[in-house]
Nanobody, 120 residues
Framework: QVQLVESGGGLVQPGGSLRLSCAAS????????MGWYRQAPGKQRELVAN???????NFADSVKGRFTISRDNAKNTVYLQMNSLKPEDTAAYYC??????????????WGQGTQVTVSS
């Protein structure tokens, strides 16, 4: 069974920081691209950041310079360090594991989400 379990969400003031964690099981973690997505009420789910098996990272323009994604393959865990948080970062954050091939997706899995609320 594939399982992605997020943790670390909560309420934080603007300018504050949070670190999200996603622990994966049931996949060969080290070969998957791991990503963080978020969805705010009334909006579509969007990519926040991802990190490939070789450590290449990508970030949404809205979070560049503020967020960092990292992975610990020994722990099957991906992290999202969020600094200088803004109210517009408020959303449910979801962990994703993706493995593709030239012919299509081999594996695509999602966690249950963790809520991040940035408010004073």
């Amino acid at each position: 069974q594939v399982q992605l379990v997020e943790s670390g969400g909560g309420l934080v003031q603007p300018g504050g920081s949070l670190r999200l964690s996603c622990a994966a099981s049931g996949i060969l973690f080290r070969i998957y691209t791991m990503g963080w997505y978020r969805q705010a009420p009334g909006k579509q789910r969007e990519l926040v950041a991802n990190i490939t098996n070789d450590g290449t990272t990508n970030f949404a323009d809205s979070v560049k310079g503020r967020f960092t994604i990292s992975r610990d393959n020994a722990k099957n865990t991906v992290y999202l360090q969020m600094n200088s948080l803004k109210p517009e970062d408020t959303a449910a954050y979801y962990c994703n594991a993706n493995l593709g091939s030239p012919r299509g997706v081999i594996g695509d899995y999602w966690g249950q989400g963790t809520q991040v609320t940035v408010s004073s």
